[in-house]
Every structure is written in C-alpha cells, then in structure tokens.
C-alpha cells in the first residue's frame, strides 16, 4: 500500500475554521453510512489508505488532517484541546448536513471517538476505537505524572531525532515507518508541543465515571504495541462497555491497522455489516 500519496478516490477539501485552514478528503457519494476516520497524534490522513480502500464501495468516507497536523497547519491562536478538535469537526460534519456518523479513531482519533460521543451522543451509529484509552478512567497519579513529564523531556531531544524515535515506535514494518517518519516531520516542533498538551489533558486523575458508549464499539489494539498503558487498559475497558468487542490484533504496533491491514480490515467489515444498514 502507497501511503505516501492519498487515494485517487477520494476529493479534496479545505474548512477554514478558528484560524486553521482544515483540510479534510471525501468520498465523491456522501449520502451512505459515513466513517469519519481520524488519525493519531503527528500522523495524517493517509494513515487510512488501507481502509478506504476496502470500505469505500459500501461507505462514504470522510478523513482529515487534524488542526496542526499535514496540510491543516497554521493551527490557529488558540490553545489545542480535544473540545477544539471535536468543535472542528462538528463544523465539517454540518458543512456536508451530516446527521449521524461512524467515528473511527486511531490513538488521538481515539480519544476524539470518545469525545465526540461525549458531546453528540446521539449523532454516533457506532464506534471504532485503535490503540487508546478510556476517557472514564480514573488515571493514577503516577500515570498523570509521566504523561505530564514527558513534554519537558522530548523538547530536550532534537526534532530531526525525535521523529526517527516516533515513527520507529509507532509501527514495525518498515514501509509504516517511512510514512511515520515523513508525516512527523511535516508537524514543526512549536505544533507538536500544542498537540501534544491536548493528548495530556485528555484523560485525567477524576475520570468521568457515569461516561458509558452506548452504541456498538470495536475496540483493537497491536499485540506489539507499547504505547502508554493501552495494552493494560484498553482488556478492562471492554469489560466496562456492554456493547463492545476487543480484539488484539497479531504482528502490530500502534498504527495496528496499517501494519496488519487485512486483519484489521476484516474485523471492521464484519462489526460494521453486524450493526450498519447498508443500501
């Protein structure tokens, strides 16, 4: 799979909203059952090729790169924060009158999913979730720390270094880790300080302990992945949703769904056929 170019299917885009030119790519029919894919922290849209290419004969498909990321660079003024994320995407989402939606997202685009449902409960048919976290969880305060005190200490390492260390933690095939490295180095240092702050307050020592997902939710992790404590939270989060699925996915890391596409891909076609009305 070519992930250094975006799909010939998909069209181009630009949302110009809160002082960030956003741009984002969709499918030319937009009127089936919409998967809104969102990418992890330093990564892109292209992230997904692999998805669109199996998903979008039944779905409309609608990616981005977030504000700050790719192409959606000037981030704005103000302050990055999930809220921000999710407000940017409303807008989309009402630009095109979409009602209901399929949020898929991958590590930040997971903790996005989340949010999203946070906020527009009723606009979410279903929800996939790869290599994250719950929101709901009450993180220890060790926890806290460490995400916390890892800011201060990747703005001690240089940039040029700190993408290599990036994309060679992100994926362990080779051609995932080309594309890591080029999608980081597109996000300037200054940019990737604002991301990084909304994936610190993303989650929190109180939790939201009444938040539960109440539609159908696939949960998927790397059986290599050591990112943060997701293959130690993401088995108890299954437990705590009555209407989800978890699966590990073999020979992965933390872009799972591209270093082993053809699992991952079959996992979100059969979730998807079990709960999506298609034409």
């Known amino acids: 799979m070519d992930y250094l170019n975006t799909p010939s299917l998909l069209v181009e885009n630009v949302a110009e909203y809160g002082g960030c030119p956003i741009h984002y790519w969709t499918t030319p029919d937009m009127s089936k059952p919409l998967i809104v894919m969102m990418h992890g922290a330093t990564m892109d849209h292209r992230m997904f090729n692999d998805q669109v290419a199996v998903l979008a004969d039944d779905y409309s498909i609608l990616v981005w790169d977030a504000r700050g990321h790719g192409k959606s660079q000037p981030s704005g003024n103000e302050p990055i924060s999930m809220d921000v994320f999710v407000d940017d995407m409303l807008h989309i989402l009402d630009r095109h009158n979409i009602e209901t939606f399929i949020p898929m997202g991958q590590s930040l685009g997971g903790y996005m999913a989340q949010y999203l449902y946070k906020r527009v409960p009723e606009r979410i048919d279903a929800m996939i979730v790869i290599g994250a976290t719950p929101i709901a969880k009450a993180y220890s305060r060790f926890d806290m720390w460490a995400l916390k005190a890892s800011l201060p200490i990747i703005k001690l390492i240089p940039y040029n270094s700190f993408a290599k260390m990036v994309a060679q933690a992100t994926a362990i095939k080779e051609p995932v880790q080309a594309y890591a ?5 597109t996000v300037p240092k200054e940019e990737f300080s604002r991301i990084w702050e909304a ?3 993303a989650v929190d020592a109180n939790g939201l302990p009444d938040f539960r997902i109440d539609c159908p939710l ?10 943060g404590s997701i293959k130690r939270d993401m088995p108890v989060w299954y ?3 009555p209407h989800a699925e978890f699966h590990i996915i073999p020979d992965a890391g933390h872009n799972a769904n591209q270093d082993n596409p053809t699992r991952v891909n079959q996992l979100v076609i059969d979730f998807l056929a079990r709960h999506i009305v298609t034409a």
């Open 218 to 227: 696939l949960l998927v992790h790397g059986d290599q992945d050591t990112t």
């Open 181 to 185: 490295l080029e999608a980081v180095r």
């Open 239 to 241: 437990e705590n949703e």
């Open 199 to 201: 994936v610190m307050f």
